[in-house]
């Protein structure tokens, strides 16, 4: 919020910052008043009580118009910074959204419809350009929020809402769900990367490509996507064209940073710590400890960091 990074954080900021200043020029001005009456109409041994003044009309008008025109001038400044913080200002017509973020217990979905890509957690899009965005919850109400981007806005359940997500320099925003939404509400992160326009569109290719599905026989990793299939993971998540999308896609889960709404560094070891049991890492999630064996663990392991 203090070091904002596109456009639409920027006038959020110098509205803080301006409110800020003009609070603190307010304070020291009644501050210095109260200090200087506090000495120049000190009472003296012997001095009479001073005499009170009534209805003095310039006085009068000076305090009630002085601060109508600063509440007015205030009134202006968040009217401008609305409009500027949210140029999308609801739905834009029939235009298609660029990016569709949907809010879960407690995990974000991720799709780029042009793209058909579909990823979790991690956003990734290209720097100075503004993707046109809509926000969805498949449950309860979460809020979208990446201090140096964007303002809070709330995913809603039944009611799709619409912004502009950009950046104006490449890096890596952190952002949280900023709406109490369950247990896990705190382990609701995402991270936006913001990346050249080459990059960024070498990552969507990536991710547009289908996932690797090697034979059974294919060593660990064929071992691998078989436990995929039978031990129930197929149930709730995708990879490519199979599977569901219940829980976050797992196409190219191995080419992300983290694990479980930013819970867990995506390694080898963590994703073993995660599969044993998902309820110890993360309790109350709706992925069940499916009981693998340490042999099943440790090839779907193999097969899932391969997915770049
Ligand atoms: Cu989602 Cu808090």
Redesign the pocket.
């Known amino acids: 919020m203090l070091d904002p990074q596109s456009p639409q954080a920027r006038a959020i900021s110098d509205l803080f910052n301006s409110t800020m200043l003009l609070a603190l020029g307010i304070l020291a001005l009644v501050t210095g008043l109260v200090v200087y009456a506090i000495f120049r109409f000190r009472h003296k041994p012997g001095q009479p009580d001073p005499t009170p003044v009534f209805g003095h009309l310039k006085l009068e008008t000076a305090w009630t118009v002085g601060p109508l025109l600063i509440v007015g001038l205030l009134l202006g400044l968040v009217v401008f910074t609305v409009g500027e913080a949210d140029p999308a200002g609801g739905e834009n017509g029939n235009k298609q959204p660029d990016m569709i973020i949907v809010?879960h217990?407690?995990w974000w979905e991720i799709r780029y419809p042009q793209a058909s890509v579909v990823t979790a957690n991690e956003i990734h899009i290209p720097v100075g350009k503004s993707l046109y965005t809509r926000l969805e919850s498949a449950d309860v109400i979460?809020?979208f929020w990446v201090p140096q981007l964007s303002r809070k806005l709330d995913l809603t359940p039944g009611y799709p809402t619409y912004f502009y997500l950009q950046a104006s320099r490449p890096g890596v925003y952190q952002g949280a769900?900023a709406?109490?939404?369950g247990t896990e509400?705190a382990w609701?992160l995402l991270r936006v990367t913001a990346q050249t326009q080459g990059d960024y569109d070498a990552w969507l290719a990536g991710q547009s490509r289908p996932p690797a599905m090697p034979p059974p026989t294919a060593g660990q990793l064929g071992k691998g996507l078989q436990v995929f299939k039978e031990e129930t993971c197929i149930s709730c998540h995708a990879l490519g064209q199979i599977g569901k999308h219940v829980g976050p896609d797992l196409s190219h889960v191995g080419s992300r940073n983290t694990l479980g709404a930013g819970i867990l560094t995506n390694t080898p070891a963590n994703l073993t710590k995660w599969l044993k049991d998902p309820q110890a890492v993360k309790p109350g999630i709706l992925m069940p400890n499916v009981r693998l064996t340490d042999d099943e663990v440790q090839a779907l392991v193999a097969y899932l960091e391969a997915l770049k």
């Open positions: 809010g217990q407690w979460h809020s769900c709406e109490y939404c509400h609701m």
